[in-house]
């Protein structure tokens, strides 16, 4: 089930990235921001099913930055 999540969290995130890209058109970033935070999260549960918490907590940290600085995009655009 998380690597489902993770897969399409990230596959949502690329076509963010690519829209961005091809348009030059950087609107849609916090968004983008957003699919990889949440990537990031799933990423760090499937760290601690493992046993490896540090990497967990590693994973968290940063989903919790990304998530920070989506949610900045969100009000400052």
């Known amino acids: 089930m998380l690597k489902i999540l993770r ?7 690329m076509l963010f990235a690519v829209y961005g890209l091809i348009k030059s058109n ?4 916090p968004y ?11 990423m760090g549960l499937e760290e601690f099913k493992k046993e490896r918490k540090a990497y967990g907590w ?7 930055f990304s998530l920070y600085v989506s949610i900045q ?3 400052l655009n």
Request: aromatic share 24%.
């Open 26 to 29: 950087f609107e849609l970033q």
């Open 73 to 75: 995009g969100f009000f």
């Open 58 to 64: 590693l994973f968290v940290i940063v989903c919790l």
């Open 7 to 13: 897969y399409i969290f990230s596959i949502v995130a």
């Open 32 to 42: 983008m921001m957003f699919f990889l935070g949440l990537m990031v999260l799933v």
